[in-house]
């Protein structure tokens, strides 16, 4: 990893993992055990991409991270509670995240999706709440959120149609609107509220619009490519870029979206430096 | 049911019907399936009472409802989600929710729980959307809404205490906390949220938060009652007035915290006649 980009992340996850931890009820308060799971499922050493996605876009515009902490913590949590409720029995059915029992299988299946509902609403809540912004670019950035984790497109959207190709397998085009949805709508609204609320102007928010659009499918693309390539076989039955287009073409898809979201920053020159080694880094980074 | 309170819901029912079902995705956008589900579970002959007490809380100090349609749609959004949820096998594992297959049942768990999901997050993304008041106020309403539905006392914490008491039998005072949390605080958010968006002075938003304290319980308490003596069985296991203080005392009680509430509105005079109206609704009302 480039040098600048990880003392960017040595700086980034302990503050966005102390503001999570701030903004996580407490093991103790009641009831204890949805507590024990939210902190549990979201304070287990994830490697925190959307948050410094957002804050890496927000440090563009803006010196000072503290007003844009709480902002990428609820985008984390929004994460955090769609890998609970993927995992569960009834969905992807997986006993294991990052190493270690997934939420269910360390509580009970109940708990695990109230977990879950509960990380959705204080998301919600913690941007409710903020007051560090002007309260009607606190609205956009809800709607933003709200439309990139829904049904319309958004992450759920994404894990229904995900769902459903395990059935009916999906074409190229199906492919790509699955891991536009479910994968990079997230990643692109993180990157585009952390411009936003920095303060982009309306003329560079559209070429962030069109970055955020390519990193956001390359994510998925290059995480179909680690999975087929890692032998982790968590991919088993699910439509992956690997699967419809193969390896070879499928790093070329990923390096060709990857260029054209470092293009469409070309014009804003050193200030975007971060954003750009974040791109070499998604690219080359390994699970 | 008074002639007035009657008309009232006759008005406000269709309206709040015909503005979910404008803000629900169509049955045929994709994908299908959730779409489908959401609407299934959320336009489905429901009594729509929090809605119905956002609006007429909201009607004190406005005569054009049309503003508080939206966001009385999204409370009613945030409950339907909570039937979903609450309805899955993992949790309090009900094939039939009002005559009809519950959620899971006419479709599958997985879209149940994604369905319950996107439900919840079109709600905070339609507050968010929402033009009709100042950006502050809505602020204010997203965070006392996520309050009420959430984990530290609110609708979540009350799933969950509910489900430990199944374990562990539930003193006086724990099931007082229960229902507080599992109904009191969302019914009593929805008042709240009409007045204070009808704009309601500040003095007045504190005896209204004595009527939303009280009905907020005495709702969940009446229900109890109404599952004790209707044979219902729905609530077996489940703590309950009647369970703890047997049936006539817990008349009492819900006739006395609905006295309470009552009281609280005294000094408004004329002005909250639908809301005193809605006292003897809720507490005549069968299941």
């Not at 024990?36 to 490697?47: F, H, I, N, P, V």
């Not at 992450?155 to 479910?182: F, Y």
């Not at 509220?193 to 559209?206: F, R, S, W």
Request: contains cysteine.
């Amino acid at each position: 990893m480039n040098s600048e980009l990880s003392a960017f992340f040595d700086r980034a996850r302990p503050a966005i993992d102390a503001t999570l931890s701030q903004l996580l009820p407490s093991e103790t308060a009641s009831p204890q055990r949805i507590h024990q799971a939210m902190r549990y499922s979201t304070l287990d050493g994830g490697k925190r991409i959307r948050p410094s996605l957002c804050i890496a876009a927000f440090s563009v515009y803006r010196d000072d991270w503290k007003p844009i902490l709480p902002v990428a913590s609820a985008v984390e949590m929004i994460h955090s509670y769609s890998l609970i409720h993927d995992d569960l029995p009834a969905m992807d059915d997986d006993d294991l995240r990052r190493g270690k029992p997934s939420c269910h299988k360390q509580f009970d299946e109940a708990i695990a999706i109230l977990a879950g509902d509960a990380l959705l609403t204080l998301a919600f809540e913690v941007l409710a709440r903020s007051k560090d912004f002007p309260a009607d670019r606190m609205l956009q950035v809800m709607s933003a959120l709200g439309r990139a984790a829904g049904s319309c497109g958004g992450m759920i959207a994404g894990q229904v149609l995900d769902i459903e190709a395990e059935v009916t397998p999906a074409n190229e085009g199906q492919l790509e609107a699955i891991h536009r949805s479910k994968t990079g709508a997230l990643i692109g609204a993180s990157v585009w509220i952390g411009a936003y609320l920095g303060g982009a102007p309306e003329l560079e928010l559209e070429n962030i619009g069109i970055f955020c659009d390519r990193i956001g499918l390359a994510f998925q693309v290059i995480d179909d490519i680690l999975d087929a390539t890692d032998g982790s076989n968590r991919d088993e039955g699910k439509a992956t870029y690997p699967g419809i287009h193969g390896l070879e073409k499928s790093r070329d898809i990923a390096h060709h979206l990857m260029a054209e979201a470092r293009s469409a920053l070309a014009p804003f020159g050193q200030r975007v430096r971060l954003l750009l080694e974040f791109c070499d880094y998604l690219e080359k980074r390994t699970h």
